[in-house]
């Protein structure tokens, strides 16, 4: 395939103009995110890793940062060893009361000591209970203890260093931000006319970097943005997919084309 020519690739967004219906509405408007987490860790500490750095892809699930675990490792290996003592007093308790049980179907004890045996082996029941419960709690924590990627994306911040102290409830900017970089939006403002005239799922054209990206209409505003002497301005928002290794960022600039 052979590659295409310079003037003509200096063409192109004139030539896509034209291709375009005569009452096509062209407007300026900006890139932004579909949506963006800003995450936080709910535990105090002392950030031991980090794995990422602003820009950088990461997929789902992968490890963005880690706090110092061994406060949380040490909790854990206490619960489950409680969960081991509990897990054998209950045993015991199983045995001794099948064996009181024994005892009472022969007539050999009263039924009060039959009664002792079962109170004995619930006991047992909720203490296993309570320990099993403060296990899964250890592991919670644990997990705390860790960032990781709730979807695949580009980080779009990270403030979060090697060595840095941790407190959770004194953290007044996240640690990392991250937002999904497979589709973007293209955002205009517009009067409340225009806003009628294109609702959601309304067919759309992105024109950047020389080419042409086919969009949809995402979100209408609400509430607007400002108040001009035409009428209320609000945003529309229009969602795109990214091409596979296209650099984007929100703010560039970009234009749209409304049928």
Not at 8 to 23: E, F, M, N, Q, Y
Not at 34 to 48: A, C, F, T
């Amino acid at each position: 395939m052979r590659p295409v020519p310079a003037s003509i690739r200096l063409l192109l967004p004139a030539l896509l103009l034209c291709s375009l219906p005569a009452h096509a509405l062209e407007l300026k408007g900006r890139l932004e995110w579909v949506h963006k987490v800003e995450m936080r860790i709910v535990e105090n500490g002392v950030v031991e890793q980090v794995n990422i750095t602003a820009g950088q892809h990461v997929n789902k699930d992968e490890l963005l940062l880690r706090m110092d675990q061994r406060k949380q490792k040490a909790s854990l290996l206490e619960a489950r060893a409680r969960v081991a003592r509990a897990k054998l007093s209950m045993e015991d308790a199983e045995r001794e009361q099948a064996r009181t049980q024994e005892l009472f179907d022969r007539g050999l004890i009263a039924e009060e000591e039959l009664k002792d045996g079962e109170l004995k082996q619930a006991v047992a029941t909720t203490e296993l209970e309570s320990a099993k419960a403060a296990e899964e709690a250890a592991q919670v924590a644990l997990g705390f203890t860790e960032l990781k990627a709730p979807f695949s994306g580009v980080i779009a911040a990270n403030t979060a260093w090697q060595g840095a102290v941790i407190f959770a409830a004194k953290q007044d900017q996240p640690l990392i931000s991250l937002a999904p970089d497979d589709q973007m939006l293209a955002r205009v403002l517009v009067t409340a006319d225009v806003l009628r005239r294109y609702p959601v799922g309304t067919a759309a054209q992105i024109l950047m970097n020389g080419g042409s990206r086919n969009g949809k209409v995402y979100s209408q505003g609400v509430e607007a943005v400002r108040i001009e002497p035409e009428g209320a301005i609000y945003e529309l928002d229009i969602i795109f997919k990214r091409n596979a290794k296209e650099l984007l960022r929100p703010s560039e600039a970009v234009k749209v084309m409304l049928p």
